[in-house]
């Protein structure tokens, strides 16, 4: 009987004992809190960058979206969406084939957006309809930095009488 007593008592003194310290664990969380932050991406662009191009380097901090992306390498080869479409020509001439490509891509995302607005459309629909709206006429030109701006601006002539009026150019952060 007296060893009952005395493990009740151990066990009541044991329960009384159990206050835990926290404040290590608090200081570990916040760590990793701020390494999460700062390895937070706000931009949804994902880009593959083709082989033999260099990227130029900027402090701007605006972000690009999914839309049509078009690149450039040193060897002036064209790329849309990762798939190559043919080269400047080092003459004065327009880049057609470039024209007819995105043409053809701007077609088929008008199509794509008249479908997706005959449908019934709740409002977070509505707001996917805007940004597809803002991604279709928008697009994402990645050059080489060696690249000359005759060749800078045969490309965005011909986004722009394709139908791609409004331009976003990827570059190197410094950070």
């Known amino acids: 009987m007296a060893l009952r007593n ?3 008592s151990v066990i ?13 664990l608090l200081d570990i ?18 880009l593959d960058l083709t082989d033999n191009l260099e990227l130029p380097d900027s402090i701007s901090t605006l972000h690009g979206n999914q839309s049509v992306t078009i690149q450039v390498n040193k060897s002036r080869e064209i790329f849309i969406d990762n798939k190559q479409v043919g080269k400047i020509p080092k003459s004065n001439s327009n880049i057609a084939f470039l024209s007819k490509k995105l043409k053809e891509l701007k077609e088929k995302g008008d199509k794509e957006l008249k479908e997706f607005k005959s449908r019934n459309l709740s409002s977070v629909d509505k707001d996917l309809i805007k940004s597809k709206e803002r991604s279709n006429k928008q697009i994402n030109i990645v050059l080489d930095q060696s690249l000359s701006y005759a060749d800078m601006q045969k490309v965005m002539h011909a986004s722009a009488t394709a139908g791609f009026p409004k331009f976003k150019f990827i570059v190197k952060s410094e950070n």
């Not at 969380?29 to 994902?46: A, G, H, M, Q, T």
């Open 12 to 24: 009541k003194k044991s329960k009384k004992d159990l206050d835990i310290d926290i404040t290590s």
């Open 29 to 46: 969380l916040v760590i990793l809190l701020v390494f999460l932050l700062k390895s937070y991406n706000p931009s949804d662009l994902k």
């Open 6 to 8: 005395k493990r009740r």
